[in-house]
């Protein structure tokens, strides 16, 4: 398995991070690829990245949250770290409007900046999007064809959104979302729509662990090792077996990153 999404510098893992490693390779994950949110960030994972080769991998790349601060010097910053060999994608970045921890105007440059960073590096981009649908896609959408390949990380939206990503032809990562009986009902009917090679796997530790892991644990922090938890839903959800679900999103992964076996 490869969990696509891992803010594995959050300081929630710094008593343990090691130990979190660990019981990710136990429990089966084969590959992390590590979010990079700000340039701070972006640096961060690329070192850690460049500490464990072949197992986890990073992003470079300003969250929306974090537009605030994108300028020119950042962009040469995010174009060096995107040389590195162990950095494979463009991001996380995209649109926020249900914080607004950025003003929109910025959001939306520092997205369509990053967006020509990796169609000039020819990089796959790993974005977000949350209550910006509409302006969302219609900056992704001119951009599209020159880039290799696109994922929106962390999906929950509406029928109506999958579709358009999928028109767009964008992969479409799956979290611990869908094992949430309340919010992830309507994530538990969509995600069969997904086809299996746009389809990828992820935790976004340490946020949204899967609120049916059993026994409930009293730490409510998700890490890389409950990966195989959440491919078990989804496959449920998909009427699949969960060992070829597996198998189909790990080629998926190492196809859309260019990960060597």
């Known amino acids: 398995m490869i969990d696509i999404g891992v803010n594995l510098t959050s300081s929630q893992f710094d008593k343990d991070r090691e130990a979190v490693l660990a019981r990710a390779h136990a429990a089966g994950v084969t590959g992390l690829i590590l979010t990079g949110t700000s340039l701070t960030e972006s640096r961060a994972v690329a070192e850690l990245a460049a500490e464990r080769p072949g197992f986890c991998y990073a992003t470079a790349g300003v969250h929306p949250h974090d537009a605030k601060t994108f300028d020119d010097t950042t962009l040469n910053e995010l174009r060096e770290l995107a040389t590195q060999?162990?950095?494979?994608?463009?991001?996380?970045?995209?649109?926020?409007?249900?914080?607004?921890?950025?003003?929109?105007?910025?959001?939306?440059?520092?997205?369509?900046?990053?967006?020509?960073?990796?169609?000039?590096?020819?990089?796959?981009?790993?974005?977000?999007?949350?209550?910006?649908?509409?302006?969302?896609?219609?900056?992704l959408g001119p951009w599209r064809a020159r880039l290799p390949?696109?994922?929106?990380?962390?999906?929950?939206?509406?029928?109506?959104?999958?579709?358009?990503?999928?028109?767009?032809?964008?992969?479409?990562?799956?979290?611990?979302?869908?094992?949430?009986?309340?919010?992830?009902?309507?994530?538990?009917?969509?995600?069969?729509?997904?086809?299996?090679?746009?389809?990828?796997?992820?935790?976004?530790?340490?946020?949204?662990?899967?609120?049916?892991?059993?026994?409930?644990?009293?730490?409510?922090?998700?890490?890389?090792?409950?990966?195989?938890?959440?491919?078990?839903?989804?496959?449920a959800c998909r009427g699949e077996h969960t060992a070829e679900l597996i198998a189909a999103t790990t080629a998926t992964s190492r196809r859309f990153f260019q990960l060597q076996e």
């Open 85 to 139: 060999p162990q950095v494979v994608a463009v991001g996380e970045c995209g649109l926020d409007f249900n914080r607004d921890f950025s003003p929109r105007p910025r959001q939306e440059a520092a997205f369509e900046a990053q967006l020509a960073l990796a169609a000039e590096l020819q990089l796959p981009v790993f974005m977000h999007c949350r209550d910006a649908h509409e302006r969302f896609m219609a900056i």
């Open 149 to 235: 390949a696109a994922v929106l990380h962390c999906f929950t939206g509406t029928e109506d959104e999958l579709n358009d990503c999928l028109a767009l032809d964008l992969h479409i990562g799956i979290t611990g979302w869908i094992c949430d009986e309340r919010r992830g009902r309507e994530l538990q009917r969509l995600v069969s729509l997904i086809p299996s090679e746009r389809l990828m796997l992820e935790t976004d530790s340490p946020y949204l662990i899967p609120r049916d892991l059993s026994p409930r644990l009293a730490s409510r922090r998700n890490e890389p090792a409950y990966l195989p938890h959440i491919a078990g839903r989804i496959a």
